[in-house]
């Protein structure tokens, strides 16, 4: 098995819907208002698609990233997710869908600092069990992918940002995810370092991954091929996109 094919093992067939929200609302009690992150969301996100989900301060973007991560769940409405209702599933029901089916990039990286390039990226599988050789191996093949191959023994704070993102980046692949999940993923890079990690994103999506990604950014949203644009909690519009690709 190469590398490549470590990243995006089994992928199911392009345009299918892995996705599905229908009337999905977040409210969050605060005092005594009720304030609605979201307002009632419905949306389809395809199999192989990749969506740039904008919009200013309180718009509800990283509410509904945290919806589709199933790091919070709605307070009405159905979200499915690979056509299985996450919506009203219990905390530890949740954890078990994020690690099988989807992965997370952080702006901050969140790497574990005292654990070296391979054993963060061996993490999901340490937490599904799979034991040390299979895993060791699985690391090292998304390591080359993300071109750290030879970085395997070394820790976050000898890695520059860049390398710390692809790190990342490879241990969201580790469990082979539905979705990818990118929360500003160039926020705390430089512009060329930033460059580098879209074109990394820019690859696997090629490949075949599903990849939604929050980002302020038009320059970054450019590499998407759908762009949500929220306000208010709601979908304030939707467009198709012409990705932007970097030169060879």
């Known amino acids: 098995m190469t590398a490549t094919d470590a990243a995006i093992e089994n ?48 718009s509800g973007k990283s509410t509904m990233l945290n919806v589709l991560g199933c790091l919070d769940r ?3 409405g159905t979200y499915l997710l690979e056509g299985q209702n996450v919506a009203t599933l219990s905390d530890d029901e949740l954890s078990d ?9 952080f702006q901050n990286f969140n790497l574990i600092p005292q654990l070296t390039v391979r054993e963060n990226i061996e993490l999901p599988l ?6 040390g050789a299979e895993s060791a191996q699985r690391a090292a093949e998304l390591a080359q992918l993300v071109g750290l191959g ?12 860049g390398q710390q993102q692809r790190v990342a980046i ?17 926020g705390n890079l430089d512009t060329r370092t930033g460059d580098e990690v879209m074109a990394l994103l820019d690859d696997l999506h090629a490949q075949g991954k599903t990849i ?6 038009p320059d970054i949203a450019a ?16 467009e198709q996109n012409t990705p932007k690709r970097p030169a060879p």
């Open 150 to 161: 030879d970085r395997l023994g070394h820790r976050p704070t000898q890695l520059s940002g």
């Open 74 to 76: 709605p307070t009405s």
């Open 11 to 58: 992928p199911a067939r392009t345009g299918s819907a892995v996705v599905e929200l229908r009337d999905v609302t977040r409210v969050y009690r605060m005092g005594n208002q009720d304030v609605r992150a979201l307002a009632g969301v419905s949306l389809t996100i395809e199999r192989g698609s990749f969506w740039a989900i904008m919009g200013s301060s309180g």
């Open 212 to 217: 939604v990604m929050v980002t302020h950014e």
């Open 170 to 186: 490879a241990r969201a692949l580790a469990n082979n995810p539905a979705i990818l999940l990118a929360d500003e993923p160039t």
């Open 126 to 131: 340490n937490y599904q069990g799979i034991d």
């Open 97 to 105: 869908v994020r690690l099988a089916h989807l992965g997370f990039v």
């Open 223 to 238: 590499h998407a091929t759908h762009h949500l644009h929220m306000r208010d909690g709601l979908v304030e519009r939707l």
